[in-house]
């Protein structure tokens, strides 16, 4: 089943594209991390996707027009933007209260459950809670609902990096069931990379590379490189090189690990690597070797 169908999107603001014609499926059950610098267009794609705002182009989320039936999927999506804003007024247990009466995929126990594991109280006010916080008890909410398709957009932001590794280890485990889809944006990169099946990398406007992780595993190989064998590995036309404390790292897409292995060391590259050499080709205009 197919959860996000989106066909030649295009958002711009005055002469500003923020979103460039973008073609994009993503199947349920998947884990999409959405990387991309500032002004890439990533919270603009997500808004879209929840019919947040307006643009031209074909898309369809759970099968639905997010636009014209915003209502019909908030009952099968929920999301968190980049501000977590929640009534300032209100008191943990009344935020509670609230959701449980709007929502009716809402899984209060649970909601309790995540909230036990900070230091946020039932009594305190929302106007009483610190920054981190804030986002904790909207996760804690978002978390307990439980909906087909959930966007996070920077969920971490302003988090403590005790909280960050177990938001994201409490999202595969408690969370994550193989058949709801979640999208996540993130900065930290690093951060998400063991828990997603998915990743693409977005550059003014465009989706600049779309692949799954095991795709990645299955094609892209990282050599270090022993010097006296570098003019040997640049003839298999890397997509990237950089050097690393006075070494030559090359990457390499599709050419045989084995072939590598003798020249020096080899892996897999990590997310932010793949990420930088991306887009540094996107930016130079050199695409065409990592599509
Ligand atoms: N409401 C708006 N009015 C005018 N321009 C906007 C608006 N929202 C976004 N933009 C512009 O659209 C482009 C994409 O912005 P967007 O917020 O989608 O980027 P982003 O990838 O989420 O960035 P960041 O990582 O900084 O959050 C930027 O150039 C931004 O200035």
Redesign the pocket.
């Known amino acids: 089943m197919i959860c996000i169908q989106a066909r030649g999107l295009r958002?711009t603001?005055?002469t500003?594209v923020?979103l460039d014609g973008i073609d994009l499926e993503v199947k349920e059950g998947r884990i999409v991390g959405l990387i991309?610098?500032?002004?890439?267009?990533?919270?603009?794609?997500?808004?879209a996707i929840l019919g947040l705002t307006p643009c031209q182009g074909d898309l369809r989320v759970l099968g639905k027009h997010p636009w014209s039936a915003r209502d019909e999927l908030m009952r099968e999506a929920c999301f968190i933007s980049?501000v977590a804003v929640l009534p300032r007024w209100m008191k943990v247990s009344q935020v509670l209260d609230y959701v449980a009466g709007v929502h009716p995929l809402f899984d209060r126990q649970k909601a309790e459950g995540f909230l036990k594991r900070t230091s946020i109280r039932h009594a305190s006010k929302v106007s009483e809670l610190s920054k981190g916080m804030i986002t904790q008890l909207h996760l804690s909410v978002v978390m307990a609902i439980n909906a087909k398709l959930l966007v996070l957009?920077?969920p971490t932001l302003g988090l403590d990096i005790l909280f960050r590794k177990q938001f994201y280890e409490s999202l595969l485990n408690d969370y994550f069931d193989g058949s709801r889809t979640i999208i996540v944006?993130t900065?930290q990169v690093e951060e998400i990379e063991n828990i997603l099946t998915d990743v693409i990398f977005?550059d003014r406007?465009r989706l600049v590379f779309n692949r799954s992780l095991d795709e990645i595993e299955s094609r892209y190989v990282e050599l270090t490189a022993k010097p006296e064998n570098v003019v040997a590995a640049r003839a298999l036309r890397p997509v990237y090189e950089r050097s690393s404390l006075g070494r030559t790292v090359l990457l390499f897409d599709g050419v045989d690990r084995a072939q590598l292995a003798g020249w020096g060391s080899t892996r897999t590259p990590n997310l932010a690597d793949l990420f930088v050499a991306i887009m540094d080709s996107s930016q130079t205009g050199a695409r065409g070797g990592l599509q």
């Open positions: 958002k603001y005055g500003t923020a991309g610098p500032n002004g890439a267009g990533k919270t603009t794609a997500l808004n980049d957009d920077e944006t900065h977005m406007g």
